[in-house]
């Protein structure tokens, strides 16, 4: 399912593949900070829409495997340049 994919985006940060366990990865960030929350969901949600628009496999973009990247660097720009 293409509209899990930024969830398991977020969840194969840790190598793995599920929209449940990038759920409870992004409560755990919510919990610290909502707005790296929603930094780590765009992110992830903006590579999977690039993926997308570069005419990725659709298996690979539904693993999640445009999302991880994304969402770190989303992250990390939120910490180091928003702060």
């Keep these: 399912d293409i ?3 930024p969830l398991k ?3 194969q940060i840790f190598v793995v593949e599920s929209a449940l366990s990038g759920t409870v990865i992004m409560a755990g960030i919510a919990s610290y900070s909502p707005m790296l929350a929603a930094h780590a969901l765009c992110g992830s949600a903006i590579g999977t829409l690039v993926g997308a628009m570069t005419c ?3 298996t690979e973009l539904t693993m999640g495997l445009y999302g991880f990247n994304s969402a770190l660097t989303s ?3 939120g ?3 928003c702060s």
């Design 56 to 58: 990725a496999e659709l």
């Design 3 to 5: 509209l899990a994919a």
């Design 79 to 81: 910490v180091f340049f």
């Design 75 to 77: 992250m990390g720009v």
């Design 9 to 11: 985006g977020i969840s």
